[in-house]
C-alpha cells in the first residue's frame, strides 16, 4: 500500500469505509490529501483500489512542458474526489501537458466533484481518458488551451466510461470529445462557451449515447456545430438542449478556417463527415434554437460531403472521396433538418409533430432505454 507519509502529509482512514465508494475496491485504502500534498506523486505512487479525498484548496501540478507533469493514472479502480463543498477542491496546471490523464487498458477509475483548471494559458486537455469503465461525474473542467475532456485511444480500450453531470466551459477547443470511443455515455452534462463544438463525436466512435446535455454558445471561433459528427456508427444523441450558438460565422474565422469549410457549420448537429462516412445514427427529441432564438434551415445537417476539408497538415491522406450520411434516424426534434439529396436511407420526420419545449425530458425517460436496451 502507499505509505502514509507524514511530510507528504497524508492520512490513511479506516479500511471499514472503503466498500461504500466502489464495489471492487473492499481492500483498499483511503487517504484525505490537502492542498500542499504533491498530487501527482501521491497518484504515481498509488496501488490499484486507493480512494483519495480531496478537502478544499488548490493543488498545483508542476511547472514546464512536459507530459509527465500531468497526474496521470496506472491503476485500475482508483477514486479521486472532493469531500465537502463541490468544485472547490481546484487541480491547477503551470505547463502545456493534459491535466489529468487516465492511461490505457487502466479500468475503473472514478473522478468526482473536483475542478481541473488549465489556467486560461497552456495548451492540453484538462481530462485525457484511454482507459474504460470509468465514471467522471460532477467535474468542473475549465480554462485548458485543448479540449475539455477527451475521450481518445482505441475503441477496444476506451468504452463504457460515464461521463455525467459534468460542467465544461472556456476551453480553448472542444468541451468533450469522443474519438476513436465505443460505447459510453455523455449524459446530463452542461457545456458552454467552448471556442469549437460542444460535443464531438469522431473517428470512428460508435454505439455512444449522448443524452439530455444543454450546450449554450459554443463555437466561440470554429467549429461545425454544436455537436459535430463524422464517420460515427450507431450514436445516439438525443433529448439535448442546445441554444445560443453562432457557428460559422464569416467574422469570427480565419481565411484558412474558411478554406477547411467551416462556414458550412450549423448550429445544432452536423453529420460533417470530413474523414467518413455516419451512418445507422439515432437523433431524436433534441430542442435546437439559433442565437435569435429562431430555427435555421439546417438545425440538423445530414452532409453528403463530395469535398472534405480538414486540417491539410493533420490529416494530408483525407482531404479526397466523398462521404454520405445515410440508413439514419432522426425524428421527434424540435428543430429543422436538412438532408443532403445525395444521401441515401436516412429516415427524417419531415414535419416534427413530437418535437418537445425547452427543459422537456419526458421522451428521454419513455423512450431512452428502448434504443439500446443491452446497456
Known amino acids: 500500500m502507499l505509505n502514509a507519509n507524514k511530510k507528504c502529509g497524508l492520512y490513511p482512514i479506516a479500511m471499514m469505509f472503503a466498500s461504500v465508494l ?17 498530487l501527482k506523486q501521491v497518484i504515481d505512487q498509488a496501488n490499484a483500489g486507493d480512494v483519495f479525498n480531496l478537502t478544499a484548496g488548490t493543488y498545483e501540478l508542476p511547472s514546464g512542458n512536459s507530459v509527465l507533469n500531468g497526474v496521470r493514472i496506472f491503476k485500475d479502480n ?22 489529468v490523464q487516465i492511461a490505457p487498458n487502466v479500468k475503473k477509475t472514478v473522478l468526482k466533484n473536483f475542478t481541473i483548471n488549465g489556467h486560461s494559458v497552456y495548451q492540453g486537455s484538462g481530462l485525457y481518458v484511454k482507459g474504460g469503465e470509468g465514471l467522471i461525474e460532477g467535474l468542473l473542467i475549465e480554462n485548458n488551451g485543448g479540449h475539455g475532456i477527451l475521450l481518445d485511444a482505441n475503441p477496444e ?10 460542467v465544461v ?9 469522443l474519438n476513436n470511443a465505443d460505447y459510453n ?14 460535443i464531438c463525436i469522431d473517428r470512428h466512435s460508435d454505439y455512444n449515447w449522448v443524452n439530455n446535455n444543454r450546450l449554450d454558445h459554443n463555437c466561440l471561433y470554429w467549429g461545425v456545430g454544436a455537436i459535430g459528427m463524422d464517420a460515427a456508427t450507431g450514436n445516439t444523441v438525443s433529448c439535448n438542449t442546445i441554444i445560443n450558438h453562432h457557428c460559422g460565422r464569416a467574422e469570427s474565422l480565419t481565411s484558412e478556417q474558411i478554406g477547411w469549410g467551416y462556414l458550412q457549420a ?14 445507422y445514427n439515432y ?54 433538418v ?16 413530437n418535437g418537445r419545449d425547452i427543459g422537456d425530458t419526458s421522451f428521454c425517460d419513455q423512450y431512452g432505454s428502448a434504443i439500446h436496451p443491452e446497456r
Open 22 to 38: 466502489y464495489a471492487d475496491i473492499a481492500h483498499s485504502t483511503i487517504y484525505q490529501l490537502i492542498p500542499s500534498d504533491n
Open 78 to 99: 482508483l477514486t479521486i474526489q472532493c469531500v465537502g463543498v463541490k468544485h472547490t477542491c481546484v487541480i491547477k496546471k503551470n505547463g502545456d501537458y493534459d491535466a
Open 157 to 166: 480500450t476506451v468504452q463504457t466510461n460515464k461521463v455525467l453531470k459534468n
Open 169 to 177: 466551459r472556456y476551453n480553448g477547443i472542444c468541451g468533450i470529445v
Open 185 to 198: 455515455w455523455v449524459n446530463d452534462n452542461v457545456i458552454h462557451d467552448n471556442s469549437a463544438e460542444g
Open 266 to 279: 450549423t448550429d445544432g448537429i452536423n453529420f460533417q463527415n470530413n474523414e467518413g462516412a455516419s451512418k
Open 283 to 336: 437523433v431524436l427529441y433534441n430542442y435546437i434554437r439559433t442565437a435569435s432564438g429562431t430555427e435555421s434551415d439546417q438545425d440538423i445537417y445530414l452532409r453528403y460531403q463530395d469535398s472534405p476539408m480538414t486540417d491539410p497538415a493533420l490529416n494530408p491522406d483525407l482531404l479526397t472521396g466523398s462521404f454520405k450520411t445515410f440508413s439514419n434516424h432522426v425524428y421527434g426534434n424540435d428543430a429543422s
Open 338 to 353: 436538412k438532408d443532403d439529396p445525395d444521401n441515401t436511407g436516412n429516415w427524417v420526420d419531415p414535419n416534427y409533430p
